[in-house]
């Protein structure tokens, strides 16, 4: 079974009807200052994948985390670890992926996140 990342208890997972394999991962923070879970998982950014990366970036850039937590805090939670993604292990095990690579890579999936089609 999967471990849960270090972020999980910021976010609430619900189904991905585009992704059946990974869960949206939605904002608890974002839920709670748009009107409930309803509204923030159809809401672009107020939600996720759920992925290790892509949920510490989302409070990283996340003012309604910002607003309710004090800056020690932030830091002390933005600052747990973000294992590599294990697919990406198994395809480059002898290779390291760069930086630059990992932010194209999560820019690509913020821009299918925000053109997904709407139900």
Wanted: charged share 30%; proline share 3%.
């Amino acid at each position: 079974m999967k471990e849960s990342h270090n972020f999980w208890e910021f976010f609430t997972l619900v189904k991905n009807d585009n992704n059946k394999s990974n869960a949206k991962a939605v904002c608890i923070c974002c839920s709670q200052n748009v009107g409930g879970l309803a509204i923030a998982q159809v809401t672009p950014g107020c939600f996720t994948f759920n992925k290790t990366r892509l949920c510490r970036n989302h409070l990283t850039n996340c003012e309604n985390f910002k607003s309710l937590y004090s800056k020690e805090e932030i830091t002390e939670i933005l600052s747990c670890s973000v294992p590599k993604d294990s697919k990406k292990k198994s395809k480059n095990c002898n290779e390291d992926t760069s930086d630059e690579e990992e932010e194209e890579e999560e820019r690509e999936e913020d821009f299918n996140l925000q053109n997904q089609p709407k139900r």
